[in-house]
């Protein structure tokens, strides 16, 4: 473990985390702003998850692996795919790259325009229950596509378009329920920037182990 961890690779494969992850969460927490003269749909915000989920795969596979979200390493620590040491580290830099991201998005953003940065939460006739139980499922597709999509055994090429194509799905139902989050990383940025952690234990509670289609409404 040690000699893992004192190599500049596994530094190189950490900041890749973090780097990726604020431009993942940069990207697609722009994408939800209240802009008056275009008021984000739901398709455009599953398109730009998805190009943002690929892009950043695509720049962070051949270094780190491309985790960029902190349920994907948990799930790949529990399969023994990875250290532990390396899923801590990873997870820290996650987080503290959905915090670069958003805060990065709120510093570029008009005052009027910044709401509550898209942040997750639960439509007022959904259930907790409803809500952690939607978390699971699409976090739950998300996870076994990256399993599939990354094995080396069954293909050596960029997973980044079939991991883009699960986000983008997740997000096309999620959105309704919980604003689909999939990501910790993506809940916890824009929560810490704007102080509001309401009803955050929905995501994390899911993640650890209200809508209308338009306008949409992130409050």
């Known amino acids: 473990m040690w000699k893992e961890v004192l190599s500049v690779t596994f530094y190189q494969a950490v900041f890749t985390e973090f780097l990726a992850t604020s431009i993942y969460v940069f990207f697609g927490l722009g994408s939800v702003l209240q802009w008056p003269s275009a008021l984000p749909t739901i398709l455009q915000i599953s398109i730009t998850f998805n190009l943002a989920a690929a892009t950043v795969v695509q720049i962070a596979w051949h270094v780190s692996g491309a985790h960029v979200n902190p349920a994907v390493t948990m799930a790949f620590l529990l399969g023994s795919r990875i250290s532990l040491a390396r899923a801590a580290c990873y997870m820290v830099a996650q987080l503290a790259g959905g915090i670069a991201g958003a805060a990065t998005l709120y510093g570029v953003t008009p005052a009027e325009v910044q709401g509550s940065l898209g942040i997750n939460t639960v439509r007022s006739n959904i259930t907790s229950g ?52 999939m990501n910790p990383a993506r809940s916890f940025g824009p929560a810490v920037i704007v102080n509001k952690f309401t009803v955050h234990w929905v995501i994390s509670l899911c993640q650890a182990p209200g809508f209308s289609p338009a306008p949409i409404h992130f409050t």
């Not at 076994?144 to 194509?165: E, K, M, Q, V």
């Open 130 to 181: 409803q809500a952690v139980a939607v978390e699971l499922i699409l976090t739950f597709q998300l996870v076994l596509c990256y399993f599939a999509s990354t094995d080396r055994h069954r293909n050596a090429n960029s997973p980044a378009t079939f991991i883009g194509i699960s986000v983008a799905l997740g997000h096309l139902i999620g959105i309704y329920f919980t604003g689909c989050s």
